[in-house]
């Protein structure tokens, strides 16, 4: 069963640019987090951002969450070729503390 | 310090085989989960232990699956009889408890692919 929905499902971007993904959710949370996985590996996770923080900043990325419209970005400025990979947003629950993922946004940097 | 650990990396099986997947996770972490990935899909979740409980298992197929973490370390993850539909990454991750509730990040293993065929 999964919670959260990111969009795009695929984006393509010139090397430079900033990509935006966005995450909805449905249900009240304790915090979101954001992952990155390359094709073939594992899970990375990126950043955790807590229900009553509203933005959060690591080198390159910025994720802000709204928990009255439910839903989350994130933002990768001056994006490289490197930052090629899926990108997925996970939620915890306030309820049961259980960690839901999306289906992920397939990011693609072209050179 | 090592990450979590799984192994094999990769198994092929025929189908009604069975075939035993196998995880470490980082040291000191409590909270174990075993997820299912498809191609293209994000990763669902079989079974959640907190320690050696297992808390969440609600979407684990009961009739063919089967996971133990003895002793709140390690876990073994089961699959018996193995159908074709099972081809898929299973992925174990593990993370620590928030002083504040929830968790922090997981911590995920390679995975294992396994085919059956």
């Known amino acids: 069963s999964q919670q959260g929905e990111e969009d795009p499902q695929a984006l393509s971007i010139q090397e430079g640019e900033n990509a935006t993904m966005n995450c909805s959710y449905k249900?009240?949370?304790?915090?979101l987090q954001w992952y990155r996985q390359n094709s073939g590996r594992g899970l990375v996770h990126l950043i955790l951002?807590?229900?009553n923080e509203r933005e959060k900043h690591s080198g390159r990325l910025r994720v802000t969450l709204d928990t009255s419209k439910k839903s989350s970005s994130l933002l990768i400025t001056a994006s490289r070729a490197a930052d090629t990979a899926s990108y997925f947003c996970?939620?915890?629950?306030?309820?049961?503390?259980?960690?839901?993922w999306g289906a992920g946004t397939k990011l693609i940097i072209k050179p | 310090e090592a990450g979590v650990v799984q192994s094999p990396r990769y198994k092929i099986i025929e189908k009604k085989q069975p075939v035993a997947f196998w995880c470490n996770p980082i040291?000191?972490?409590?909270?174990l989960y075993w997820y299912l990935q498809n191609l293209g899909q994000g990763p669902e979740l079989l079974i959640r232990?907190?320690?050696?409980?297992?808390?969440?298992d609600s979407q684990l197929p009961k009739d063919r699956f089967s996971a133990e973490r003895l002793k709140g370390v390690d876990s073994t993850l089961k699959i018996q009889p193995a159908e074709l539909g099972d081809s898929a990454v299973y992925l174990c991750?593990?993370?620590?408890?928030?002083?504040?509730?929830?968790?922090?990040?997981?911590?995920f293993g390679q995975g294992t692919r396994l085919t059956v065929v």
């Open positions: 991750a593990s993370s620590s408890t928030l002083s504040r509730g929830g968790n922090t990040e997981a911590f």
């Open positions: 040291s000191g972490h409590n909270t």
């Open positions: 232990y907190e320690n050696e409980e297992a808390v969440d």
């Open positions: 249900t009240s949370i304790n915090n």
């Open positions: 951002i807590r229900s």
């Open positions: 996970a939620t915890v629950r306030d309820s049961n503390y259980q960690l839901i």
